[in-house]
């Protein structure tokens, strides 16, 4: 019995624990607190614990420890202990976009307080499994356990080699009969996303190329500021020291697009009172961008601003500056590529197959469920609905 949802009803969530946020200025909670939670803390209900999805700078876990928080720990209103700027392109977003805080059922798979957990939460038909662990190990998971019939889709979310980020590894057509299995680093971690239908795994920043400052040409004063004094900031680095004069500056060459147009240029910066930033393009003035400005007094928090651009095909350069007074620091820019649309791509990789044509028959039949999207992306004639004429309008573009 959990006291909070059947005895208070009204309560969405509520603390009694050590979030996130205190790694701003402690060490705790510590890793192994946080495995833990699922057997002592969650035994009384939602917890408000402010997981941050993604790793932080000087604690050991592993992006996909990270990234299990956000399905071990229950919480009915989730806050994400990140700025928000920081989870722009963030390999860890489209499960965090698509991880429910409303559940139906949970399972415990495995696990031992103070040293792994593996548990799995229902929402709908779908199966959201997160896994931690102090200890390097592996995991089973055996489908049996969460499913009885029909085929499902694994979305696993896992660390790479070194847990510094995370890969995303597919598996299709599964049954219960099946069983999942996983090789844990030490601190680390993963989650699984188990459905009937697709999970779309593109965000808005997904089509941004990206540089980063303290990969750009430096001169004057500029200069790197990194581990933990840049740890909001992507890779624990950026470039501060920008103006001040007409020589400290941040250029990046080699910001590179296909062909020629209008582009948004999105720049991440740091600064803790207004400041002005002079942009150049390829060696001509184009703009001032005045009260940048991210949290007062604050030094190390991001914040983003956008600019539209002329580029022309190929590579660019890109120079921030400010000749009448210091800059605010920067973290890196990122230029956002005009996104493709692949008709009838249901499944959301970038390319139309056998499996959007499976997924549309299903969603039509009724067997499983689309989002918005995914039925505007099955409407392959444009004519407002999913039918059995965008079936023929598969098969023709899939036989063409």
Same mark, same amino acid.
């Given at each position: 019995?959990?006291l909070?949802?059947?005895c208070?009803?009204?309560?969405?969530?509520?603390?009694?624990?050590?979030?996130?946020e205190y790694?701003k200025?402690f060490e705790?909670?510590?890793?192994?607190?946080?495995?833990? /939670?699922?057997?002592?803390?969650c035994?009384?209900?939602?917890?408000?614990f402010?997981p941050?999805g993604?790793?932080?700078y000087g604690?050991k876990?592993t992006?996909?420890?990270a990234?299990?928080d956000?399905?071990?720990?229950?919480?009915?209103?989730?806050?994400?202990?990140?700025?928000?700027?920081?989870?722009?392109?963030s390999?860890?977003?489209p499960?965090l976009?698509?991880v429910?805080?409303?559940?139906?059922?949970?399972?415990?798979?495995d696990? %031992?307080?103070?040293?792994?957990?593996?548990t799995?939460r229902?929402n709908?038909s779908d199966? /959201?499994i997160?896994?931690?662990t102090?200890a390097?190990?592996?995991?089973?998971?055996?489908l049996?356990?969460?499913?009885?019939?029909?085929?499902y889709?694994a /979305?696993?979310?896992?660390?790479?080699?070194?847990g510094?980020d995370l890969e995303v590894?597919?598996l299709n057509d599964?049954?219960?009969?099946?069983?999942i299995?996983r090789s844990l680093l030490?601190?680390?971690g993963f989650v699984?996303?188990?459905t009937k239908g697709a999970?779309?795994l593109t965000t808005? %920043?997904?089509?941004y190329?990206? %540089?980063?400052?303290e990969?750009a040409?430096?001169?004057?004063?500029?200069?790197?500021?990194?581990?933990?004094?840049?740890?909001?900031c992507?890779?624990d680095?950026y470039v501060g020291?920008?103006?001040?004069d007409?020589q400290?500056?941040?250029?990046?060459?080699d910001?590179?697009?296909?062909?020629a147009?209008?582009?948004?240029v999105?720049?991440y910066y740091?600064?803790g009172?207004?400041?002005s930033?002079k942009v150049?393009?390829?060696?001509? %003035?184009v703009?001032t961008?005045d009260?940048?400005y991210?949290?007062?007094?604050?030094?190390?928090?991001i914040?983003a601003?956008?600019?539209?651009?002329e580029?022309?095909?190929g590579?660019n350069?890109i120079?921030? /500056?400010?000749?009448?007074g210091y800059g605010?620091s920067i973290?890196?820019?990122?230029?956002a590529?005009?996104?493709?649309?692949?008709i009838?791509d249901v499944d959301?990789n970038?390319?139309?197959n056998?499996?959007d044509?499976?997924l549309?028959?299903?969603?039509i039949?009724?067997?499983?469920t689309?989002s918005t999207?995914q039925?505007r992306?099955?409407?392959?004639?444009?004519?407002?609905t999913?039918?059995?004429?965008d079936l023929?309008r598969?098969?023709?573009?899939?036989?063409?």
């Open positions: 019995m959990k909070s949802s059947s208070l009803s009204h309560n969405i969530s509520f603390e009694a624990i050590n979030g996130s790694y200025w705790s909670p510590s890793l192994a607190n946080r495995v833990s /939670y699922t057997f002592t803390r035994v009384a209900g939602s917890a408000d402010t941050t993604i790793p932080i604690i876990a992006a996909g420890f990234l299990a956000v399905v071990t720990i229950e919480s009915g209103i989730q806050h994400f202990a990140q700025s928000v700027y920081t989870y722009e392109g390999s860890a977003l499960l976009n698509d429910p805080v409303v559940w139906d059922d949970m399972k415990v798979l696990g %031992y307080p103070m040293q792994f957990n593996v799995a229902r709908g199966w /959201y997160g896994a931690s102090l390097a190990r592996k995991v089973d998971i055996h049996s356990d969460l499913i009885d019939s029909g085929t889709n /979305y696993i979310f896992a660390d790479n080699a070194d510094s590894i597919v599964l049954t219960a009969e099946d069983t299995s030490e601190n680390g699984i996303k188990l999970m779309k808005p %920043y997904s089509n190329r990206s %540089y980063e400052a990969n040409v430096l001169s004057g004063k500029a200069s790197i500021t990194a581990g933990k004094q840049g740890k909001y992507s890779n680095a020291y920008v103006g001040g007409g400290s500056a941040v250029t990046f060459n910001v590179t697009v296909d062909k147009g209008k582009y948004t999105r720049i740091v600064s009172e207004p400041r930033l150049d393009i390829n060696g001509s %003035y703009t961008l009260q940048l991210a949290n007062k007094n604050d030094w190390s928090g914040r601003v956008n600019l539209e651009a580029l022309k095909e590579k350069t120079r921030l /500056y400010n000749d009448r605010p973290d890196r820019i990122a230029v590529i005009p996104e493709s649309r692949v009838g959301f970038g390319r139309l056998v499996a044509l499976v549309t028959t299903r969603y039949q009724g067997s499983i689309f999207e039925h992306v099955a409407d392959v004639n444009e004519d407002g999913a039918d059995v004429f023929i598969y098969r023709k573009l899939l036989t063409s």
